[in-house]
């Protein structure tokens, strides 16, 4: 049976929710790091992804200077490296020089991957919309990458950043 | 460490993927649900969730019509639902007079809630963009409900709509 009631309460069933990181270089080509829980997968032909991220965050820029991202599924044990990247902001320091996080070179844009994730989807950026407080980015896929160690995906698994696997 | 690999591959460490069931009237007023795993939210302030539907489907001529929709988070027990809303298309039946699942009216929006679900979300239609062979809605939450037991969401967990609870 349903009850109405706030907002704020009813999202709390949510959990397991999914963490991506995205990646996007700066003007000056720094490559900053952002972890997101709001993301989806939006077409089957051309692969295409979606993330949203909040308006006034530095991620905005580096996204619309790089027009391409990195989309990155970190795996159950990069908790620290997530927490990280989503309490830092790219405007105030170098995140990959300050967190301790092997990347390597993307294959087809000008951005990098994570080599413990365990996955990393290269996009183009495609469109972008504003929804409320946010922005939605969407990036059309056009180089996927493994892990090829056998790897969970992280997954926010309760209130206060409370992160895992999902299972 | 990362290999390139195909995208059909690298998105099989997506799961698990959360399920929702999304519910418009049509123009003769039939409630359609279909159920997707392509949503996530999008703004804080005010609050608004988006999902990405089929071009094609059924489900989209529903939404622009009402111009609002239910997002209801399945419970992990409704998995027969959930198969049978996603896997039938309302242009050919009456999903609800065919499959026995408890619906009462939403209270902001001309719409059903999912009684059994976890959570349901009202939703007035904010935007909707073209990404690739999906629509991205857009809908700003104008009423929250929750049930009143504790209910697990309903996660696609494994390829071929492998569905179970996530913890």
């Known amino acids: 049976m349903q009850k109405q009631a706030e907002y704020s309460e009813a999202i709390k069933t949510k959990y397991p929710e999914q963490v991506v ?20 997968i939006v077409s089957g032909s051309p692969s295409m992804m979606a993330i949203a991220v909040a308006s006034r965050h530095y991620s905005v ?11 990155s599924f970190p795996s159950s ?14 405007r105030d320091v170098d995140k990959f020089a300050e967190f301790d996080c092997a990347t390597e070179p993307a294959k087809a844009i000008d951005s990098v991957l994570l ?3 365990a996955a990393n989807f290269e996009c183009t950026l495609e469109s972008e919309t504003i929804a409320g407080d946010h922005i939605i980015f969407v990036g059309k896929v056009v180089a996927a ?4 160690e056998a790897k969970k995906r992280l997954y926010t698994v309760g209130p206060g950043h409370k992160m895992g696997s999902a299972s």
């Open 21 to 40: 990181i995205a990646i996007a270089r700066d003007k000056i080509g720094k490559a900053n790091p952002v972890t997101l829980g709001w993301t989806m």
């Open 61 to 71: 820029e580096t996204i619309r200077h790089s027009r391409c991202f990195t989309i």
């Open 77 to 90: 044990d990069m908790a620290d490296a997530a927490l990280f990247f989503g309490s830092k902001s790219g």
């Open 115 to 117: 080599c413990d994730a």
């Open 145 to 148: 990458h493994t892990n090829t």
